[in-house]
């Protein structure tokens, strides 16, 4: 699942959620830097996995609750790790 363009999309949908943004499709494809057919495979792909909410091509992009609890765990014992160390 942490396949480059996958990561960055989740990464992307993750910020703009914490500065409270919606992001369109098009836009979050533009700024992982993908083709527009392989950013809507991958959508498509991270929506079968959970990972993004069920939505039409075009339409806004979010992540799902699961996807959220996850990246924010992910985040947190990161930084947990890295205060450890210091």
Do not use: C
Request: charged residues 25%; negative net charge; proline residues 1%.
């Amino acid at each position: 699942m942490f396949d480059e363009y996958a990561w960055n999309i989740l990464l992307i949908l993750f910020v703009k959620l914490v500065n409270n943004e919606v992001v369109a499709e098009n836009d979050l494809l533009d700024t992982a830097g993908l083709p527009v057919a392989v950013g809507r495979r991958w959508l498509a792909h991270l929506v079968e996995d959970g990972q993004v909410e069920k939505r039409d091509d075009g339409d806004d992009v979010v992540l799902s609750v699961t996807a959220i609890a996850a990246m924010r765990k992910f985040l947190d014992q990161q930084s947990a790790s890295n205060v450890a160390r210091d």
